[in-house]
């Protein structure tokens, strides 16, 4: 089984800055594409950031230049920089990871409980 922990949402003034954090734990063999989405309550999950298995980023527009998703692969963390946060940046935001527990196996999809981040002045 596997779980995935978000940390590091929060209260920002426009402008500022946060580091959200998603560590994956359980059975793991390979971690293969992440994705970091968000959601305001009443609205549609949308994609925020990708991280493919071979390491390329890809961001939606409103977070190209801004936000920068990367992995640590030694703690099975991934992360999301966020910057020049701005009022439409609050949301939860969720990780989600496919991953496999065994060798030889194809991948699942996994999903994180969610962060808060509100960017208010």
């Known amino acids: 089984q596997v779980h995935l922990v978000e940390s590091g949402g929060g209260l920002v003034q426009p402008g500022g800055s946060l580091r959200l954090s998603c560590t994956a734990s359980g059975t793991i063999f390979a971690i293969d594409s992440m994705k970091w989405y968000r959601q305001v309550p009443g609205k549609q999950r949308e994609l925020v950031a990708t991280?493919?298995?071979?390491?390329?980023?890809y961001y939606v527009d409103f977070a190209t230049g801004r936000f920068t998703i990367y992995r640590n692969n030694a703690e099975t963390t991934m992360y999301l920089q966020m910057n020049s946060l701005n009022l439409e940046d609050t949301a939860v935001y969720y990780c989600?990871?496919?991953?496999?527990?065994?060798?030889?196996?194809?991948?699942?999809?996994?999903w994180g409980q969610g962060t808060q981040v509100t960017v208010s002045s």
């Open positions: 991280l493919t298995g071979g390491g390329s980023a």
């Open positions: 989600n990871a496919d991953i496999k527990s065994r060798p030889g196996t194809i991948s699942s999809a996994y």
